[in-house]
């Protein structure tokens, strides 16, 4: 695939504002996606094993009702949040996404699907743990099964997506076309060090879940303790396993003497060393989530490269620049955004550290952040229609 053809596939209207501001925010938002990916992938995983161990240990029968609901509750923050890395990547890099739902179509629906029955099924698994049911450890097996397909399913999008010199082969192999759209070519050693990412981020959630329990006295401090030690020992055989498998990764792809390759390296280890002497894993927690930025980065800064050297350059993209898109844009994410996610995360934290019933109208700044809520919201209804009925009006009449 030339770089004429590849330009000719771009959107003709450009860009709505400057490349590198969505390449900003697909790393960023991509980062938030994996983090919640991991998560629910490493949560489920672990309380398979608990469901067994429940039987006979009480601390394991507390731990793995919590495990189950904080993957849960993150499958639907993954979905949500993977929305914007796709539409950020859609906007400067249109030719790859479109090009990929076309040769691998058929996959794009099974993905679909497969997750729709997978976030179902978790519900189900939730229900049948709570009820102590026989068959909750096959339902939430096939959960984590089919979760673990899908994201099988997206890493080969992305792999597909940055080979632009195969994608004539696979569309028209010996120069038959080809539209079943059943084209599949994953990167196993890629796909490896993704999914093993699942056990450090597990192991620092537990650190966070005990630290974050030690003010609440509806929990012993036995559990408290066990589930501390035990985050810990993940947390570190998980960090070494997936520093281990980027090596083995990024000597794959040629990339083991690269500056980008070298910082994910020593960040790694740093973390490792500090992962055994930092009592405060809200510290750790944020160091890891510098590494997934870094991890996200590097996977741009690979596909930038290639699609560059291809002659594909994003920043030569035609500008046409919607002031009125982008200042809708930030306000929404600024204000309604940025307030609502601290009021519903304020509201967790609260209730997590109270030790009886919290009763949320009393707390003054709880208080405060729902009426801008709801204020900001309503303004932004009126807002948002008001300019779309305008925008409507003015371009048809």
């Given at each position: ?98 090009t990929i739902n076309t040769l691998s179509g058929l996959w794009v629906v099974i993905f679909i699907y497969c997750l729709l029955v ?280």
């Amino acid at each position: 695939m030339d770089s004429g053809i590849l330009n000719l596939l771009q959107d003709p209207a450009g860009v709505p504002f400057y490349p590198v501001v969505f390449q900003a925010l697909y790393v960023l938002t991509w980062a938030l996606h994996a983090l919640f990916v991991f998560l629910s992938l490493g949560s489920l995983g672990l309380s398979l094993y608990g469901g067994i161990r429940q039987k006979s240990d009480n601390n394991w029968k507390i731990l793995t009702a919590h495990l189950i609901q904080t993957g849960k509750i993150s499958v639907s923050l993954l979905i949500v949040l993977g929305v914007a890395p796709l539409l950020f990547t859609q906007v400067i890099y249109d030719p790859n996404w479109y090009t990929i739902n076309t040769l691998s179509g058929l996959w794009v629906v099974i993905f679909i699907y497969c997750l729709l029955v997978a976030y179902s099924i978790f519900y189900w698994y939730y229900y049948a743990n709570k009820k102590q049911s026989f068959i909750s450890g096959l339902i939430g097996t096939i959960s984590f099964v089919l979760l673990v397909i899908c994201g099988l399913i997206m890493h080969t999008f992305a792999v597909e997506a940055i080979q632009p010199d195969k994608w004539m082969q696979w569309y028209a192999p010996n120069g038959v076309v080809d539209t079943s759209g059943t084209n599949f070519h994953p990167e196993t050693i890629r796909y490896i060090f993704f999914m093993i990412l699942s056990i450090p981020t597990l192991g620092l959630f537990l650190q966070n879940y005990s630290d974050f329990l030690k003010s609440n006295k509806n929990f012993d401090e036995s559990f408290i303790t066990y589930t501390k030690d035990l985050g810990k020992k993940i947390t570190t055989l998980g960090l070494i396993a997936t520093l281990i498998s980027f090596i083995v990764w990024i000597y794959s792809i040629d990339k083991l003497i690269d500056i980008f390759s070298i910082v994910i390296c020593i960040s790694f280890l740093t973390l490792i060393l500090l992962a055994k002497n930092l009592k405060n894993s809200y510290i750790s927690t944020s160091i890891f989530i510098v590494i997934l930025l870094l991890i996200s980065g590097f996977r741009e800064y690979i596909r930038y490269n290639i699609m560059n050297n291809l002659g594909y350059d994003i920043y030569s993209y035609t500008l046409n620049i919607e002031w009125a898109s982008i200042i809708m844009f930030l306000l929404t994410f600024l204000s309604l955004g940025g307030i609502g996610v601290t009021f519903i995360a304020t509201i967790a934290w609260k209730v997590g550290k109270s030790s009886g019933y919290f009763d949320a109208s009393k707390d003054k700044a709880v208080t405060t952040m729902a009426n801008a809520v709801l204020w900001i919201l309503s303004i932004w209804c009126i807002v948002y229609f008001a300019w779309g009925f305008y925008t409507l009006f003015k371009n048809s009449l």
